[in-house]
C-alpha cells in the first residue's frame, strides 16, 4: 500500500475535490513545471483547456475558479476560501494574473479558459491542458493533467500508475486487497489500524502522524461546527437554503436524551453541515472526496459523542482503519464520481466510515471487513447526477442518508461473527464494473438523472 492516510484526507476547499482541488492542484503543478525549467519569466500567456466532466460542470463545481487560482500558485489546503472569489473577480476585470504568484501575464479567463463540453482527454474524463506562451506566441511548455478522484492528480507522465510517483514508498505490510488484509492481520495479530499505521510510519514518525490525524479532525470538527452557524442559501443559483443551522436550534432545544432517534437526527445534522459548507466552497477535508465529505466526520462524531469511552486514540484508529478500506477502492475501482458514479463518492466513503466505527466498536479484522463491506454493497450503481451541476442536490442529503448507513452495517457487523456470503473485494469488483457499464449521462455531467427531470419540472 503506498496511498496515505494524508493523501486520502487532505484539507481544502470545496465543492468538489475532484473538480476543484485537484484542478488547482494541477494548474499549481504546471506552474512549478514552468519555474524548475526556467520559463516562468519568458512567458507572456497562459491558456487553460478543461474536457469532459471538468468542461461540463465546470462553473457548477468550482472548476474555473480553481483553475485560476492554482495558476496564481495557490494550493487547497493554504487557500483562503474568503480571498478566492474576490481575486477571481479581479482577474477577471483587469485580465492580468500573477502566475506562479509573482510573473504577471496577460489572462482573460473568457477566452483562455476553454470548457470542452463534448471533447474528452482519452485517458480520464477529467482532463485539463495548460500551455504557456513566449511573446511570440511560440509554445513554451503544453502539459495535460487528470484529476482522477478525491483530489489525486496525474500528469501525463504518471498515466496508468495507481498515483503519482512520488507517493511510492516501501512499506512492511504492501496489501492490495481486503484478503491481503485480513491474511495480515491473522499472521500479525495487527488490526487494520495497526497496519496502516505501521504502513504510515515508513514516511512519518508517529507522533507526527498521529498529531496529524488530530489535525484532520479538527478540521472535521470545524466544518461541523461553521456548519451549524451559518445560514442562507447556497451559491450556484440554484437557491437551496441551508438547514443544518436551523435544526441545529432546534434539536439543542428540543432533543430528548431518552430518545434514540435523536441520535440519529444528530448524526445527520453533523452530515448536512459539513456538505452545506463544502457546496458554499468552505474549508472541508476530502474524505476521500469532498462530495463526500460529511460522511465520516458525521460518524466519528457520533463516535466521540455517543459511543463511551471515546477518545483521541479511537479517532486516531478510526481514521487509519478507514484508510485501509479507502485505499482498497482507490487501487481497485475508483473514487471518482465522474468515473463511476456517486457509488465510488458516497458508497465507498460509507464503507470507509463503517469500517472505521466497527473498529472502535471492538470489532474483529473480520468484523471490519464485513461492515465495510455492508457499507458498498447497499450504494452500488448510486448515480452521480447533481442538479444544475452543483454539489447541493442530491449530494448534501445522500451523504446524511449514508453516514447512518455506515452506523447500522458497523453495528450489524460486530453484532456477528464476520462470516458472510460476499467479500469487501467482490464488492469493490462489482462497483468497479458496475460503474464501467454506467451511461456518461449518469456520471458527474449534469445530463441525465434528476439533474436532467428536476430542470424540466
Known amino acids: 500500500m503506498t496511498i496515505s492516510a494524508f493523501d486520502l484526507f487532505k484539507i481544502g476547499i470545496g465543492p468538489s475535490s475532484s473538480h476543484t482541488g485537484g484542478p488547482m492542484t494541477a494548474a499549481y503543478l504546471f506552474t512549478q513545471m514552468l519555474f524548475q525549467r526556467g520559463q516562468l519569466e519568458q512567458t507572456r500567456e497562459v491558456k487553460a483547456e478543461l474536457f469532459g466532466s471538468l468542461g461540463v460542470t465546470g462553473h457548477g463545481h468550482g472548476t474555473v475558479k480553481a483553475v485560476i487560482l492554482g495558476l496564481e500558485g495557490e494550493q487547497p489546503h493554504l487557500t483562503d476560501p474568503q480571498r478566492a472569489e474576490p481575486r477571481v473577480e479581479q482577474i477577471s476585470a483587469t485580465k492580468a494574473l500573477r502566475l506562479g504568484g509573482t510573473h504577471e501575464v496577460f489572462f482573460d479567463p473568457q477566452t483562455d479558459l476553454i470548457l470542452h463540453r463534448k471533447e474528452r482527454l482519452e485517458y480520464h474524463t477529467n482532463g485539463m491542458r495548460f500551455t504557456a506562451y513566449a511573446e511570440d506566441r511560440m509554445v513554451l511548455l503544453s502539459r495535460e493533467y487528470y484529476s482522477v478522484g478525491g483530489g489525486f492528480v496525474l500528469d501525463e507522465d504518471q498515466i496508468g500508475t495507481d498515483t503519482p510517483a512520488e507517493n511510492s514508498v516501501d512499506v512492511p505490510y504492501p496489501f492490495t486487497s481486503a484478503e491481503q488484509l485480513l491474511e495480515i492481520a491473522a499472521t500479525t495479530g495487527k488490526s487494520f489500524a495497526d497496519i496502516v499505521l505501521a504502513n504510515e510510519l515508513a514516511t512519518r514518525n508517529e507522533n507526527d502522524v498521529r498529531g496529524g490525524l488530530l489535525k484532520i479532525w479538527d478540521v472535521m470538527q470545524d466544518t461541523i461546527r461553521r456548519g451549524t452557524i451559518n445560514s442562507g442559501e447556497l451559491p450556484g443559483g440554484l437557491h437551496v437554503r441551508r438547514r443544518a443551522a436551523k435544526q441545529f436550534e432546534l434539536l439543542r432545544k428540543e432533543a430528548d436524551p431518552n430518545d434514540h432517534l435523536s441520535t440519529m437526527e444528530w448524526v445527520t445534522l453533523f452530515a448536512l453541515a ?118 447541493q442536490i442530491p449530494c448534501i442529503e445522500r451523504n446524511a442518508v449514508a453516514a447512518m448507513k455506515a452506523i447500522t452495517a458497523a453495528r450489524m457487523a460486530v453484532r456477528g461473527d464476520g462470516q458472510h456470503f460476499v467479500s469487501l473485494d467482490a464488492a469493490i469488483k462489482t462497483m468497479r464494473e458496475t460503474g464501467a457499464d454506467m451511461m456518461d449521462k449518469y456520471k458527474e455531467t449534469a445530463r441525465g438523472g434528476l439533474a436532467l427531470n428536476v430542470v424540466e419540472c
Open 274 to 391: 459539513v456538505n452545506e459548507e463544502n457546496a458554499a466552497g468552505g474549508r472541508v477535508v476530502t474524505a476521500p472526496t469532498n462530495g463526500a465529505a460529511g460522511i465520516i466526520p458525521a460518524v466519528l462524531k457520533y463516535y466521540t459523542d455517543f459511543v463511551p469511552g471515546a477518545d483521541d486514540d479511537g479517532v486516531i484508529r478510526f481514521l487509519l482503519t478507514s484508510t485501509a478500506v479507502g485505499a482498497l477502492f482507490k487501487t481497485n475501482a475508483s473514487i471518482s464520481g465522474a468515473e463511476v458514479g456517486c457509488q465510488g463518492e458516497v458508497g465507498s466513503a460509507c464503507a470507509m466510515a463503517a469500517a472505521g466505527l466497527a473498529e472502535v466498536l471492538g470489532g474483529t479484522p473480520a468484523q471490519v471487513e464485513n461492515a465495510a463491506e455492508i457499507g458498498i454493497e447497499h450504494n452500488l450503481g448510486l448515480t452521480c447526477d447533481p442538479v444544475g451541476g452543483l454539489v
